[in-house]
């Protein structure tokens, strides 16, 4: 495969559609997928997308095909909650026989949720052509249930969508031939772009001039009780220098119900959509965070960042962009914070190809 100028009306009156056949589950799956199912709608693409169902919040799901302008999913599989086992094995279950019944030319699969592992396993079974939407990231740390995914999804692909060059260096470690790979950039910076204008125009009513936005919800970090404690100690501190504005995801709200734990002053909301959070993003002084996607949104919007984990799977946002990581050193948390309050935070820069067309890329790679 090779990237092609080709022109597209000729293209149509001399090739058959090509279905394309988009499997999303959760929220961070959203924003990578929409860029690409809007630039293969400027080919003569046949597209169906599939929503597993793993987030079905409105909060989690809903809004963002909203805010994102995404087409309604053709099906959606309602898996839910449950184990890891449990909940892959039902993707995998439900996802069989829709494959089967809507024959795609090729299926793509974004990011490292438990739904992609799922469906890149039903279409390795099946001999169904695969692609992978952010490949080759690894954090090396197998206790991180996403690393797993990662490097199980990414051996069973055959069409590979890195983000940045380390990727690519992990995919060839792991034995995958170079013509697989194709670095296209950042897909998710391009939902980032493209939607910065519109959380520029969010009122900012009641809103501190300085604030630190807070994002948790990562197992390691929310489901054992004396971490998430010592995590929402220093989390109390921080907010007595700078106010914390923490949307919570509904995991780490029951885990804090659950554990009963008190919150104090914090200032704990519901998740917020896309448009909202992007606004709170470029505004804040630091991003606390153990996301990954933030980290990326971060770099691109030159926000101070201080990641609550002691490895990440998108290194060139501490090489290249404002990322720090904390680790578990707590200590290390109020010392860094110190460093931007005084006006010495890191100043990044934005990674190569991380500039709003990952998706037309990805695009016109599929339909070469
Ligand atoms: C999942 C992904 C994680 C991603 C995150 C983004 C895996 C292994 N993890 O984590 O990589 O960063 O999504 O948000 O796939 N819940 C709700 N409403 C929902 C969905 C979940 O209340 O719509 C609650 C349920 O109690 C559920 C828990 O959140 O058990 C965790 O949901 P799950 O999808 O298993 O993992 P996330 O923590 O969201």
Redesign the pocket.
Known sequence: MSLISANKAEWSDTIAAMHVLHVVG???NFLKAAPVIRALSKWPVQQTLIHTG????PA??GIFFAQLNMPDPDVNLEVG?GS?AW?TAEVMRRFEPVLLERKPDIVVVYG????TVAAALVCAKLNIRLAHVEAGLRSFDRTM??EI?RIVTDQLTDVLFTPSEDADINLQHEGIPKERIFRVGNVMIDSLVRLLPAAMQCARNGLPERYALVTL?R?SNVDDSASLRRILTSLLEVNDALEVIFPA???TR?RIEQFGIDTGKLHLMEPLPYIEFLSLQSHATVLITD??GIQEETTYLGVPCLTLRSNTERPVTVTLGTNVLIGQDLGRLSSELEIILDGKAKKGSIPPLWDGNSGKRIAEILHA
Do not use: F, T
């Not at 793993?54 to 919040?57: A, G, I, L, S, V």
């Not at 490292?112 to 739904?115: A, E, Q």
């Open positions: 959760a929220r961070p793993q987030h079905y919040d989690l799901s909650s890891h909940q490292d949720v438990n739904s249930p996403e995914n919800h197992p995801h509904p995991r029951q996301s990954g």
